[in-house]
């Protein structure tokens, strides 16, 4: 599966702004799908993880109550809402996917990944 990810851009603290990643190849709902960030001189980050159906979702605790990750597996897209947008969030954003059955947080469980798009949230 290739995946593209885009709807980055730089939004001031409280915006919101909504990324896409588009999957082709072998069909997204094979897949646990799940966004990860890197901001400059840091690791990359888990920020959510969504279920093949989408039934099921977990986040990482900074993100928990302002992202929402979802995704339409007949458009082969996968979504993250991020609403009251930090300057901590600022990092490129990442979307991956997984042909493991949990919703996992290790970047190492994600087999297939995007080519990230820039998310800046200015103070």
């Known amino acids: 599966v290739q995946l593209q990810a885009s709807g980055g851009g730089l939004v001031q603290a409280g915006d919101s702004l909504r990324l896409s990643c588009a999957a082709s190849?072998?069909?997204?709902?094979?897949?646990?799908m799940g966004w990860f960030r890197q901001a400059p001189g840091k690791d990359r980050d888990f920020v959510a993880a969504?279920?093949?159906?989408?039934?099921?979702?977990y986040y990482a605790d900074s993100v928990k109550g302002r992202f929402t990750i979802s995704r339409d597996n007949a458009k082969n897209t996968l979504y993250l809402q991020m609403n009251s947008l930090k300057p901590e969030d600022t990092a490129v954003y990442y979307c991956?996917?997984?042909?493991?059955?949990?919703?996992?947080?290790?970047?190492?469980?994600?087999?297939?990944w995007g080519q990230g798009t820039l998310v800046t949230v200015s103070s």
């Open positions: 991956a996917a997984s042909s493991g059955n949990a919703l996992g947080r290790s970047s190492y469980e994600y087999g297939y």
């Open positions: 190849g072998r069909t997204s709902s094979n897949y646990v």
């Open positions: 969504i279920s093949r159906r989408g039934a099921s979702t």
